[in-house]
């Protein structure tokens, strides 16, 4: 069974910067795939970034390119999530599932995630 738990979000101004993270425990394998979704109030969860745990695979929606940074360090079992240029757009809760499948041609779809975190909230303030 794995688990996860994001940490890291908060109350931040225009502009700024955050690093969330996601620390997962379980038996786990390289090839899984880990993403961050965000849910921002009154709209559907949307798909942002994902890397394979191993992290030889990145992948970002394009409205969040250049600013979001995905990155996976396997021996301290968390992945994270930089967040640049922060807009108040980007206020949500994120989120951070596992696909215990390796479906890495899917990563944006969230059925293919069994796994799912808590979510931290993210608020961007102007």
């Known amino acids: 069974q794995v688990q996860l738990v994001e940490s890291g979000g908060g109350l931040v101004q225009d502009g700024d910067s955050l690093r969330l993270s996601c620390a997962y425990s379980?038996?786990?394998?390289?090839?899984?795939?880990m993403a961050w979704f965000r849910q921002a109030p009154g709209k559907e969860r949307e798909f942002a970034a994902a890397v394979t745990l191993g992290g030889s695979n990145t992948y970002y929606r394009d409205s969040v390119k250049g600013r979001l940074t995905i990155s996976s360090d396997m021996a301290k079992n968390t992945v994270y999530l930089g967040m640049s240029g922060l807009k108040p757009e980007d206020t949500a809760v994120y989120y951070c599932?596992?696909?215990?499948?390796?479906?890495?041609?899917?990563?944006?779809?969230?059925?293919?995630?069994?796994?799912w975190g808590q979510g931290t909230q993210v608020t961007v303030s102007s």
């Open positions: 599932p596992l696909d215990a499948r390796g479906r890495w041609s899917e990563r944006t779809d969230p059925s293919i995630y069994w796994y």
């Open positions: 379980g038996r786990t394998n390289h090839n899984y795939v």
